[in-house]
C-alpha cells in the first residue's frame, strides 16, 4: 500500500510569494494533518483536518490556510512568504475518528522542502 | 507547551543501551514516540495512553507515568539501524487548560548515534 504522498520534493520561493502544498493521505485515512519541521528542531502542528473540516488549530498566522478535498488529499496555503518560512513542511495521516486525536499514530509523508530566498 | 526533551544527544556504541526522557508542565493524555532519520520522514514507533502502560516494541520500550507528566524511552543492546533524532508528542488532557488537547505537541528532540 502506498504511504503518504506529498508534492513538491523541494520548492524555491522569494519573499512575497504564494505557495500551495499538496498531501495524498493512506489510503482509508479521513484525516490529514500540517506540520512546519525548522531545521533541528521538532515538528509544529499547523492543522488536522478531518472529514473537509478542520478540526485543529496550531499558533500560525492567518497567512497560513488550507483545505480538504472529498478524496480527503489536502492543500497546504501560505500567502506573504517570509524567510523565516522557510522550512520542512510534513504531512501526516491517521485512522483518525473522534478525539482524543493521539489515540492514532500520524504517518507521515516524506515532506515538502520550501526554502525562501 | 512543548514538551522538554533529554539528554539532547548521546553517542552509544553498538550493544550498548540508552534512555531518552520526555517531560511536560501539563497534564498529559497521552505521549507519542517517533525516530527520524536525517532527510527521512517521522517514522513511528509507539503510543503510551494515560494508565501508566509501558510498551514494546523489539527493543525499544517506553513507560508513561501520568502523575509525574513524564515519559522514557529505552534502548536496549542498540544497533547501528537506532541512529536518528527522537522525538516525544505530547496530547494534553482535556482539563488540563490551554490547547494542547486536539493536537500533538512535539519535543525539540534527542539525537542518538550508534557506532560500530
Known amino acids: 500500500d502506498a504511504g503518504v504522498t506529498q508534492s513538491p520534493t523541494h520548492l524555491i520561493k522569494t519573499r512575497g510569494q504564494h505557495v500551495t502544498l499538496r498531501c495524498s493521505p493512506i489510503s482509508g485515512h479521513k484525516s490529514v494533518s500540517w506540520y512546519q519541521q525548522v531545521l533541528g528542531q521538532g515538528p509544529q502542528f499547523i492543522f488536522q483536518y478531518y472529514e473537509k473540516e478542520e478540526r485543529g488549530r496550531g499558533n500560525f498566522p492567518d497567512r497560513f490556510s488550507a483545505r480538504q478535498f472529498p478524496n480527503y488529499s489536502s492543500e497546504l496555503n501560505v500567502n506573504a512568504l517570509l524567510l523565516g518560512d522557510s522550512a520542512l513542511y510534513l504531512c501526516?495521516?491517521?485512522?483518525?475518528?473522534?478525539?482524543?486525536?493521539?489515540?492514532?499514530?500520524?504517518?507521515f509523508g516524506d515532506g515538502t522542502r520550501l526554502s525562501i530566498l | 507547551q512543548q514538551p522538554v526533551q533529554s539528554p539532547q544527544a548521546v553517542i552509544l556504541r553498538e550493544g550498548e543501551d540508552a534512555v531518552i526522557n520526555c517531560s511536560s508542565s501539563?497534564?498529559?493524555?497521552?505521549v507519542h514516540w517517533y525516530r527520524q532519520k536525517h532527510g527521512e520522514a517521522p517514522v513511528f514507533l509507539m503510543i503510551l495512553l494515560k494508565g501508566g502502560e509501558q510498551k514494546g516494541h523489539d527493543k525499544i520500550s517506553a513507560s508513561f507515568n501520568e502523575k509525574k507528566q513524564q515519559s522514557s524511552l529505552y534502548l536496549t543492546a542498540s544497533q547501528l539501524s537506532y541512529s536518528g533524532t527522537y522525538f516525544c508528542g505530547t496530547e494534553g488532557s482535556r482539563n488540563a487548560g490551554g490547547t494542547s488537547y486536539g493536537k500533538l505537541t512535539f519535543g525539540q528532540g534527542t539525537i542518538l548515534t550508534v557506532h560500530p
Open positions: 501539563k497534564a498529559l493524555y497521552s
Open positions: 501526516a495521516s491517521s485512522s483518525f475518528t473522534g478525539y482524543p486525536i493521539s489515540n492514532q499514530p500520524q504517518h
